[in-house]
T-cell receptor
Framework: GAVVSQHPSRVICKSGTSVKIECRSL??????MFWYRQFPKQSLMLMAT?????????EQGVEKDKFLINHASLTLSTLTVTSAHPEDSSFYIC??????????FGPGTRLTVL | DAKTTQPTSMDCAEGRAANLPCNHS???????VYWYRQIHSQGPQYIIH???NNETNEMASLIITEDRKSSTLILPHATLRDTAVYYC???????????FGTGTRLTVIP
């Protein structure tokens, strides 16, 4: 299947700092990427849909000014958690649409805010 | 997207077939059934998807009932590495996002 990578895989930061997470499609071009987060022992929750060259569409309850998404190319989408706080600690996962019907997921980024 | 119902957990003996059921009684005619699994602390892994016909690939088989109100994912010879949470998702696919429920936690027992 198609390969989606994320970087970094794990990040620890101090409260108030900003963290950028990269999501790359390695062997295909993705016009649409999705960002999810997963709290411990919970399921994945969609945060936003990222379309190349346009603004992201955020799910209800997700602050667009706090979670900045940029999809500047067909192989890269970035999620920046601005002014991170301990409650933002979570597992962040991106996925990319492949063809018409399939989505492939990245390995995830574990964010810990101290 | 239609809602799905799955058992919370299941056990399966190593080497035996694992049959994971999913109910999706409100599925619409153009919605697909997708299966993903998530091994602890990893991103979800695509397994298989189907619309009406049964599907098979190198990982699993997907059996969809004729009325499409339920389906079963079959792992023919479960191994310890198949221990994971399995998600059944109904979606139009394509640019539509996937809504994850609670899934079934499958434990393969030696």
């Amino acid at each position: 299947g198609a390969v989606v990578s994320q970087h970094p895989s794990r990040v620890i930061c101090k409260s108030g700092t900003s963290v950028k997470i990269e999501c790359r499609s390695l062997d295909f071009q993705a016009t649409t990427m999705f960002w999810y987060r997963q709290f411990p022992k919970q399921s994945l929750m969609l945060m936003a849909t990222s379309n190349e060259g346009s603004k992201a569409t955020y799910e209800q309850g997700v602050e667009k000014d706090k979670f900045l998404i940029n999809h500047a190319s067909l192989t890269l989408s970035t999620l920046t958690v601005t002014s991170a706080h301990p409650e933002d600690s979570s597992f962040y996962i991106c996925s990319a649409r492949v063809g018409v019907r399939e989505q492939f997921f990245g390995p995830g980024t574990r964010l810990t805010v101290l | 997207d239609a809602k799905t119902t799955q058992p919370t957990s299941m056990d399966c003996a190593e080497g035996r077939a694992a049959n994971l059921p999913c109910n999706h009684s409100t599925i619409s005619g153009n919605e697909y059934v997708y299966w993903y699994r998530q091994i602890h602390s990893q991103g979800p892994q695509y397994i298989i998807h189907g619309l009406k016909n049964n599907e098979t690939n190198e990982m699993a088989s997907l059996i969809i009932t004729e009325d499409r109100k339920s389906s079963t994912l079959i792992l023919p010879h479960a191994t310890l590495r198949d221990t994971a949470v399995y998600y059944c998702i109904v979606s139009l696919g394509g640019a539509n996002n996937l809504f994850f429920g609670t899934g079934t936690r499958l434990t393969v027992i030696p």
